[in-house]
């Protein structure tokens, strides 16, 4: 009886003190929560590691437009402030994979609301 519970004190002490999630997964976890700043930190840094790993290289893109889309979609933010940033983004995601559809549809939005902006005197 004894043996028994030193070997499931020792499962549990593993379980809850291990992570078994690689960071690429878990990066992919925050982004499906919505926690694109947290999951980029992560796919920047794996990105850094290994820089020639092509699936880190596009979830890294893929994590970028999907930040931008939704600081696009945020309704707290004014357009002013939340276009630039998430243009920034579009731009980063666009670096990295030249062919992600979504992104290049959005940073040409943004342009011509900004130019419109630009045109019409918006502050």
Same mark, same amino acid.
């Given at each position: 009886m004894k043996r028994f519970?030193?070997?499931?004190?020792?499962?549990?002490l593993i379980?809850?003190?291990?992570?078994?999630?690689?960071?690429v997964t878990r990066a992919q976890n925050l982004s499906q929560k919505g926690k694109f700043g947290d999951a980029i930190?992560?796919?920047?840094?794996?990105y850094k590691n290994k820089p020639n790993s092509i699936p880190i290289k596009s979830l890294l893109a893929q994590a970028y437009s999907d930040y931008?889309?939704? $600081?696009?979609?945020?309704?707290t933010k004014p357009p002013k402030a939340?276009?630039?940033?998430?243009?920034? &983004?579009? =731009?980063?995601?666009?670096? $990295?994979?030249?062919?992600?559809?979504d992104a290049k549809?959005?940073?040409e939005m943004i342009e011509k609301? &900004?130019? =419109?902006?630009?045109?019409?005197n918006v502050n």
């Amino acid at each position: 009886m004894k043996r028994f519970f030193n070997l499931f004190t020792i499962l549990i002490l593993i379980s809850t003190s291990c992570c078994f999630v690689d960071p690429v997964t878990r990066a992919q976890n925050l982004s499906q929560k919505g926690k694109f700043g947290d999951a980029i930190k992560i796919l920047e840094n794996e990105y850094k590691n290994k820089p020639n790993s092509i699936p880190i290289k596009s979830l890294l893109a893929q994590a970028y437009s999907d930040y931008g889309i939704a $600081l696009c979609q945020d309704t707290t933010k004014p357009p002013k402030a939340k276009y630039p940033m998430a243009k920034e &983004q579009f =731009s980063m995601a666009l670096t $990295l994979n030249p062919y992600l559809k979504d992104a290049k549809d959005m940073y040409e939005m943004i342009e011509k609301i &900004q130019e =419109s902006f630009r045109t019409n005197n918006v502050n």
